[in-house]
């Protein structure tokens, strides 16, 4: 059996490997010496104070140079508003906004660098390891290291430097305010604004993009179509309004569906309208298995089986598809018979109780 106490090294064979004995470990020699450190060299800003002083400008500069960068990206934000409907506005938003940031925080980098590479003390140290949990010298040792650092580069010292990069430091989240703000809808709470769509009674159902309404006659049994609410395309908040009321139409056979008694009326001759947006985190239903009646969602996966009211059958996904009841017109065009009964997308909303008001 191995012993685990520490054997001799034999010395190195012609190829610089060493051998122990007994065992199997095999320790190589170094192949290159440490060739050490070159001698140290004093920088400009060591002999000459008025060299140190520019330095020092130079990094007082960028500080505010930051500062600038993230006022520049908050005035962005207004002076660049985003446009329902207008990408051109999004695309200037975002570039103003970008450069301010990007400037705030490129400047912040390079003071930080200049500041540690021009001012602060230029010496090579050894730190030797020490367990974790230091006895109290060692940790009045840390205090006096702190001490030093702080000796070394100045920062107590140097209060312009100092107060500069505080100044940056504070202003520069104060963008991420107007970001994070955006996130939040126009108006009302997110339980408000996704539980009413375009969708309300004698909405026709038109196809996506073109926005040509659709004659149930036209849908064919298996067929599929994408369809968007009448008049979306003219609305101010296109996109939002889409990615609440966008639908899925397909035909089955009236006898492979399943319905509740209470959803009888909902579909016209086998034609079902259910939300195109997951209920797991809202990616596009995009995928139908004509065979099976399945819905499939790209992103994780879910599967929601057309035929048993788009129950959830796979996935993450924890809640059926809203259904949208439709009917016909007097012309023979489909048209929905009220909006959703139910909040559209993620199942987030649904732990409220006073949605549909
Ligand atoms: S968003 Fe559809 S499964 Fe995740």
């Keep these: 059996m191995a012993s685990n106490e520490p054997t001799d090294i034999v010395p190195a064979d012609d190829h610089g490997t060493t051998f122990t004995d007994p065992g199997t470990a095999v320790e190589r020699a170094d192949a290159f010496q440490n060739p050490g450190l070159p001698p140290h060299q004093l920088r400009v800003t060591d002999k000459d104070p008025k060299a140190a002083k520019r330095a020092e400008r130079v990094i007082v500069l960028l500080f505010y140079v930051s500062v600038i960068g993230s006022v520049f990206a908050m005035a962005a934000y207004f002076a660049f508003p985003i446009k329902p409907n207008d990408l051109g506005s999004v695309r200037l938003n975002n570039v103003f906004i970008g450069l301010g940031l990007a400037f705030a925080l490129l ?200 035929t048993r009211e788009a129950a959830v059958i796979f996935g993450p996904a924890v809640r059926p598809l809203p259904q949208l009841p439709i009917t016909v017109d007097s012309e023979g065009y489909l048209v929905a018979q009220s909006d959703f009964h139910e909040p559209v997308g993620p199942s987030f909303w649904e732990r409220r109780g006073d949605y549909n008001v």
């Design 107 to 306: 400047a912040i980098g390079i003071a930080a660098i200049h500041w540690s590479k021009a001012l602060m003390d230029d010496h090579e140290g050894i730190d030797i390891r020490h367990p974790v949990a230091g006895p109290p010298p060692v940790q009045a040792r840390a205090v006096e290291i702190f001490r030093q650092a702080d000796r070394e580069s100045g920062f107590n010292r140097r209060v312009l430097i100092r107060n500069g990069m505080i100044a940056a430091i504070a202003a520069l989240p104060f963008p991420a305010i107007f970001l994070f703000r955006d996130l939040a809808p126009a108006a009302g709470t997110p339980a408000e604004a996704y539980s009413h769509t375009l969708w309300k009674q004698g909405t026709r159902l038109t196809k996506d993009p073109t926005g040509d309404p659709i004659l149930a006659s036209d849908v064919t049994i298996g067929s599929v179509f994408h369809v968007i609410p009448d008049g979306l395309l003219k609305s101010d908040d296109m996109l939002e309004e889409k990615g609440k009321a966008a639908v899925l139409l397909m035909r089955l056979e009236p006898g492979d569906l399943h319905v509740s008694p209470d959803r009888k009326t909902w579909n016209y001759d086998g034609i079902v309208a259910y939300s195109k947006i997951c209920t797991h985190v809202g990616c596009p239903v995009a995928l139908y298995e004509q065979q099976t009646h399945h819905l499939l969602c790209p992103c994780h996966q879910s599967q929601f089986d057309i």
